[in-house]
């Protein structure tokens, strides 16, 4: 790790200065810009003090003792308690009030900081700073202890802020003990991860980290190890949700960062730590470390700034003295994940992923290029293929789904109101006509993949078969070329078209296009920010088509 201590401590530097910046010379804080009379959030400035404490702290800092610096902590932590509601909680001014969770979410990084205070204070006397935040993180753990939460991450991120709050309040024995009571409410729900290291919200880009810290920090306020167990098995799951250019894979995510491309940075102290741990297997203590070299090395490579971490390497020693040398992700698997309905394949030239329950049920990532697949499907309510059952082959997948077309069959019995909203139509008899089955079937080659369409049970349906590519990409055959506008798209009716974007190139085909039809007004998906290629046919479908990596 030396060799990168360097861009790991610009990196704090960099905060701090930003945060000097608004406080000093704006006059103001990172939550609200100096303005006054607005409810704020205090978490842009209760991390920026982490930082800003690190570097206080550590001697190779330029920040080292610097008396502005401190001054701007001070007014930092003051800004921090004028802004705690009176019942000791924090506003996430966006949607949540008087929040425990987002409580807790500044309580980690304000903990962290205390922790640093104390680890130093023969070295460096902060012990006024210290004196005002104590005061701050017992009224936040109280808020914390009483208030309740919204989604699954918030229960972990509770425990643990109480936990850590038990730890240091440990003096307060009723205090600490109400706090440890209130996570034993919380653990008799069960933690949600699953074996394959999947937690509930399959936010690969965002909310798994926060679920991984939270029980880290379980981890070292008990030194109960089954907590270490969700964040390796999970660490081990993220390796195979890493795309070919790095990037991580989100689209079956349940929260914001679904369809974002996102890079593993907020991993990268996660796999170090891990790998420092007495626990983990040799197996996975190698993988996790080349993990976290691959993630800091691509960060530099990016011109990005190293992830924020100096804190944690100055509070554990072992994860700053870890040797880095080989580095690198997972680079081909095929993994079923069975609970998510989720296939992930990566393979030498590219990696694919196969999702039960989406619309875009397939995509592929080429060295970064990405494209998925959708099928139209417009009758009734259906306005997309949407896989039912994921099956793994040998060599790919198989998703189907079954569609019923249905018609309202009038009350057998006079019903007691004529008003049509205040009639339960669920209960009406259906009538059912035809059941619309579409199959597709995915085979993989050395160059691509080969995808079969099949349906039967409906006649006359005018399906598409779309492939959404990135807007910029450039498609073009022997007939025409073009570069692909955002929101647009086309019916290519025969032949192959190539796809090129940057260096790469793909071709798809052979394309079909039997009617005009792209879909319903009501209702229907649109791919606002990419390009369309559509294929078009006539229920009964019987179709094959390939998707090639060509060489450069």
């Known amino acids: 790790m030396k060799r990168y201590m360097a861009h790991i ?72 308690a004028r802004n705690q509601n009176e019942d000791g909680s924090f506003d996430y001014t966006v949607c949540n009030f008087h929040s425990a969770p987002d409580t ?52 972990w991120a509770i425990c643990a802020a109480l936990m850590q709050a038990a730890d240091v309040f440990a003096g307060d024995e009723s205090f600490a003990k109400s706090c440890k009571a209130r996570t034993e409410k919380y653990f008799n729900e069960g933690i949600d991860g699953n074996a394959d290291g999947e937690y509930a919200e399959r936010s690969t880009g965002g909310y798994n980290c926060v679920v991984n810290d939270a029980m880290i920090n379980l981890y070292e306020m008990t030194k109960n190890k089954e907590y270490l167990s969700y964040p390796e098995r999970n660490l081990h799951m993220m390796e195979l949700y890493f795309e070919p250019d790095g990037t991580i894979f989100t689209q079956n995510s349940t929260r914001q960062d679904r369809g974002k491309k996102v890079w593993p940075d907020l991993y990268f102290h996660q796999y170090l730590y891990m790998a420092t741990r007495g626990n983990v297997t040799g197996e996975h203590r190698d993988e996790f470390l080349k993990a976290a070299h691959q ?27 870890c040797t880095l040398e080989g580095s690198g992700f997972i680079k081909k698997y095929r993994k079923l994940f069975s609970d998510s309905g989720v296939l992930r394949v990566a393979r030498e030239n590219y990696a694919y992923t196969a999702l039960k329950g989406k619309t875009a049920f397939l995509y592929v990532n080429v060295n970064g290029m990405d494209v998925c697949f959708k099928i139209g499907e417009s009758f009734c309510e259906v306005r997309n293929f949407v896989a039912q059952q994921l099956i793994q082959t040998k060599d790919g997948c198989e998703l189907t789904a079954s569609a019923n077309v249905w018609y309202y069959e009038p009350w057998a019995e006079k019903p007691n109101t004529s008003d049509w909203w205040q009639m339960d139509q669920k209960k009406r008899s259906l009538k059912i006509p035809r059941t619309l089955t579409t199959k597709v079937t995915i085979h993989e080659h050395e160059d691509g993949l080969e995808i079969a369409l099949h349906t039967e049970g409906l006649e006359k349906l005018p399906l598409r078969l779309q492939l959404c590519v990135p807007a910029g990409t450039v498609v073009r055959n022997d007939a025409f070329w073009l570069k692909a506008e955002a929101g647009q798209g086309m019916i290519v009716r025969s032949g192959d078209v190539e796809l090129a974007l940057g260096e790469q190139i793909l071709s798809f085909g052979p394309c079909f296009g039997e009617h005009e039809f792209q879909g319903h007004y009501s209702g229907e998906e649109t791919n606002a920010g990419g390009y369309t290629i559509f294929c078009n046919a006539l229920t009964p479908v019987d179709k094959t088509v390939f998707l090639r990596v060509k060489r450069k």
């Open 9 to 80: 401590l610009v990196s704090a530097e960099k905060i701090t200065e930003h945060f000097l910046k608004v406080q000093v010379h704006d006059e103001g804080t990172l939550a609200d810009g100096g303005m006054e009379g607005l409810v704020v959030d205090v978490k842009p400035t209760v991390f920026a003090l982490r930082a800003a404490m690190s570097v206080y702290l550590y001697p190779q800092s330029r920040f080292y003792k610097d008396e502005t610096l401190r001054t701007a902590m001070e007014q930092a932590i003051d800004f921090v």
């Open 104 to 155: 807790a979410f500044c309580y980690h990084p304000m903990d962290k900081t205390y922790r640093l205070m104390k680890k130093f204070e023969n070295d460096v006397d902060t012990s006024s700073l210290q004196e005002k935040y104590l005061a701050i993180m017992k009224k936040a753990a109280a808020a914390i202890r009483d208030g309740g939460f919204h989604t699954p991450n918030h229960r």
């Open 295 to 321: 993630i800091i090395r691509s960060c530099i490579a990016r011109g990005d700034d190293a992830p924020d971490c100096l804190y944690l390497l100055m509070l554990y020693e072992q994860m700053a003295e």
